[in-house]
């Protein structure tokens, strides 16, 4: 039977690639990757973990910085309706006695603070969440 194996140019034939043990291969890799599967998955969940606690420090500390800095804008603002009601009293001042002015003034400002309080007790007052499902079908 004649050789059916190619000869190259020099005359040698080409190295045979081993054509024995391909399912055995295919079982040790397989069995290698189900036996390194838990050890992948806890790698898996302690990244994404880590990057979770990474991910929310960053958010937290974007919400601290954000919080101080409402807070600041707060504490301007306080001061500058603080002179703001200075100005109207002054302004005030000059038609009217002084007292007089600084009287109207804080009555203006007590009005405004009755009213937004009276708002504020009715939107508390207002029925919501579980409670106003309840009296809604007629069980409380």
Same mark, same amino acid.
């Given at each position: 039977m004649p050789d059916s194996r190619r000869t190259s140019t020099n005359g &040698? =034939?080409?190295?045979?690639?081993?054509?024995?043990?391909? !399912? =055995? &291969?295919?079982e040790r890799s397989t069995a290698r990757l189900i036996s $390194? *599967?838990?050890? *992948?998955?806890?790698? *898996?969940?302690? $990244?994404? /973990?880590?990057? *979770? #606690?990474?991910? @929310?420090?960053?958010?937290?500390?974007? /919400? +601290? @910085?954000g919080a101080g800095l409402i807070a600041g804008a707060a504490f301007v603002g306080f001061f500058a309706l603080a002179v703001f009601v200075a100005a109207a009293v002054i302004a005030l001042s000059l038609v009217l006695p002084a007292w007089a002015a600084a009287l109207i003034v804080v009555g203006g400002l007590l009005l405004v603070a =009755? @009213? /937004? &309080?009276? @708002? +504020? =007790?009715? %939107? /508390?007052? #207002?029925? %919501?969440?579980?409670? !106003? %499902?309840?009296? !809604?079908? +007629? $069980?409380g």
């Open positions: &040698a =034939a080409p190295p045979v690639e081993p054509e024995s043990e391909p !399912a =055995a &291969a295919d $390194d *599967l838990p050890r *992948l998955i806890v790698d *898996l969940v302690q $990244d994404e /973990l880590a990057a *979770l #606690k990474k991910e @929310i420090s960053a958010r937290i500390a974007r /919400l +601290g @910085i =009755a @009213i /937004l &309080a009276a @708002i +504020g =007790a009715r %939107t /508390l007052k #207002k029925k %919501t969440g579980p409670d !106003a %499902t309840h009296d !809604a079908r +007629g $069980d």
